[in-house]
């Protein structure tokens, strides 16, 4: 009798003791999982003729039964490029690419997409011609096989941009550029392109914008446009409410309004930019604006790649939030100093964080960066830009031809 009892008082035990460890595992998984069913009131259009929609899922999964149709994922990837921007978006067999990074990062991106299980991309965005967007993706085009490629209407004079024709052309491809409106279907989710509304002057500007929806899930992916295009782009697209929204142009002071934001709604929202970039990205202003509104922030300079998963309903990510608001700005002086008495770490000693700030305005306009000391210059997404000391470094707008008169020499590596 007595050892029944004690067997089980064991039992007893070993069973409390499951459910105190199973406590702590779910609550971690929670930690991660953040639900947006709170914002269902942001269900559209494109979610309400989906008549089956997220309801009927969950109880199929909750049941056990029939989940097929209705197991889907939708994984969107903001990959770490630096300074730059790509996203890799799969659900089921079908993936789409947004951007790919710099020159340097084409490789990089490459094993990313390989490691991910793609040989084929649905489609392939350059949001617009600038290097720190389409630099990586002649790689892809080469090594992928793409299906649509969608660039806008806009050319750039550089090489960069003449790569990625040319890998277009090697390979029988033709760009499309897409109209504000146009919906496309990739799988089971769709994305709508919200700009670039018309021609614009800037590069940036005739950024290629898109929302794309999973079931109740969404994510508007801004490109480089900058507030100007904003007005523009609210008055055509009807619904910009996003659960996800990759703030447009690194997080700069030039983009995301107060009035664009407000729009969007975002739950979280991701920037994309290189620790101790030159150009003060992200912006003290846009952070202050996600912090006054709760939004919770992903920074790809601070947590390298991540991972958003969504499962229709509820959207999970890799990473907790970053928290730290840290503007790119060189107006915190007082962590600047913070920094210098602590160990250096590999990308602290890209840019010396304790050197005096050589930020113009036009930093982030510049058609050259100039190495005053070497008397060099480069194009703006060299590598050995970041082996400089910032005292040395000097932006400028001035043509190729004006600096080598001053007596300016073009850097051997990235040839301006
Ligand atoms: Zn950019
Ligand atoms: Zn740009």
């Known amino acids: 009798m007595k050892k029944n009892w004690i067997i089980l008082l064991l039992c007893t035990l070993l069973l409390t003791g499951c459910s105190v460890t199973s406590e702590p595992a779910s609550k971690s998984q929670e930690q991660v ?3 947006s069913s709170q914002e269902q009131g942001r269900a559209d259009t494109e979610t309400a003729d989906n008549p089956d929609g997220r309801q009927s899922a969950k109880k199929q999964g909750a049941s056990g039964k029939k989940t097929s149709a209705k197991s889907g994922r939708l994984e969107v990837h903001f990959i770490d490029v630096g300074q730059g921007d790509s996203a890799l978006i799969k659900t089921g067999s079908h993936a789409m690419l947004i951007d790919a990074g710099d020159n340097s990062k084409g490789t990089a991106v490459q094993l990313y997409l390989k490691k991910q299980g793609i040989t084929s991309l649905d489609y392939v965005i350059g949001t617009h011609p600038d290097s720190d967007h389409i630099g990586g993706l002649d790689v892809v085009i080469y090594k992928f096989d793409c299906k649509n490629i969608l660039m806008p209407d806009c050319k750039n004079d550089t090489a960069t941009y003449r790569d990625v024709i040319d890998s277009m052309k090697s390979k029988g491809y033709k760009a499309v550029h897409p109209k504000t409106g146009t919906k496309y279907s990739l799988g089971d989710a769709t994305f709508t392109i919200t700009g670039p509304v018309k021609k614009y002057k ?3 500007d005739n950024s290629i914008s898109l929302r794309l929806v999973y079931q109740d899930t969404s994510f508007l992916f801004m490109g480089d446009a ?9 008055a055509h697209t009807k619904n910009l409410r996003s659960d996800v929204l990759k ?15 407000n729009k969007v709604k975002p739950e979280w ?3 994309s930019c290189a620790e101790n970039n030159h150009y003060g990205f992200p912006s003290a202003r846009v ?8 939004t919770k922030v992903f920074r790809t300079d601070e947590q390298g790649s991540l991972v958003a998963e969504s499962d229709g309903s509820s959207i999970r990510w890799n990473a907790s939030p970053s928290g730290t608001w840290k503007a790119g700005e060189s107006t915190q002086s007082s962590k600047k100093t913070a920094h210098s008495g602590t160990p250096k770490t590999d990308s602290e000693k890209r840019a010396d964080p304790s050197a005096p700030e050589n930020q113009s305005i036009s930093a982030e306009d510049a058609t050259y960066v100039i190495n005053v000391s070497s008397k060099k210059f480069h194009k703006p997404d060299c590598g050995s830009i970041r082996q400089m000391s910032r005292k040395n470094i000097q932006y400028t707008k001035q043509n190729r031809e004006s600096l080598i008169k001053e007596g300016y020499a073009p850097c051997g590596s990235c040839q301006p």
Request: aromatic share 10%; hydrophobic share 30%.
């Open 202 to 204: 800037e590069t940036n």
């Open 287 to 294: 952070l202050n604006l996600m912090r006054g509104t709760h």
């Open 269 to 271: 929202a991701i920037i």
């Open 226 to 234: 900058t507030a100007d295009t904003e007005p523009d782009i609210i």
């Open 247 to 261: 703030v447009a142009h690194h997080g700069s002071k030039y983009s995301t309004s107060e009035e664009f934001f």
């Open 33 to 35: 999982q953040y639900s």
